[in-house]
């Protein structure tokens, strides 16, 4: 697990999309900041959230609401000592935005770059992008102006 040499100190979000096999998990501060992102096996979520509040402080967990999204939320409440806030967010749509978001943070190569976008398939599971996605949703949410 690569952590950042320094933690911020403002409260972070912890977004994570839920999987059976793998999940995406992202560290991004109210500023927007991304500080961590990885895809892990469902196996070692529990031990990784665990390492990340260690290291970050993390405020609020940002969780999609599809298939997964209860089994997960009950696990999380039962084996974390501090349970999390955990806010679920939809995650409709995600993974095609997931699809996009990887090609500009990490543009293509080579022949790559000939291909239409549509037609790239990231050469990695992107679970951890849709987690990044999760949170700009939940901060979107919160600043969106009130309707009357």
Same mark, same amino acid.
């Not at 000592?81 to 955990?86: E, S």
């Given at each position: 697990m690569n952590l950042r040499e320094f933690s911020p100190r403002q409260p972070v979000i912890l977004g994570f999309d839920p999987g059976r096999d793998k999940c995406g998990l992202a560290v991004m501060g109210l500023d927007r900041r991304l500080h961590y992102h990885q895809v892990v096996s469902a196996l070692s979520v529990i031990p990784t959230i665990v390492a990340l509040r260690v290291e970050f402080p993390i405020s609020i967990l940002v969780m999609g609401d599809q298939t997964t999204a209860k089994g997960w939320k009950q696990q999380l409440n039962l084996e974390l000592?501090?349970? !999390? +806030?955990?806010v679920l967010v939809d995650e409709r749509y995600s993974s095609l935005e997931a699809r996009d978001r990887y090609w500009q943070m990490y543009p293509p190569k080579g022949l790559l770059k000939l291909l239409p976008q549509g037609m790239r398939q990231p050469p990695r599971p992107i679970d951890d992008i849709v987690a990044i996605l999760l949170i700009e949703?939940? !901060? +979107?949410r919160l600043t969106e102006p009130v309707k009357l």
């Open positions: 000592a501090d349970p !999390l +806030n955990i949703r939940y !901060l +979107n």
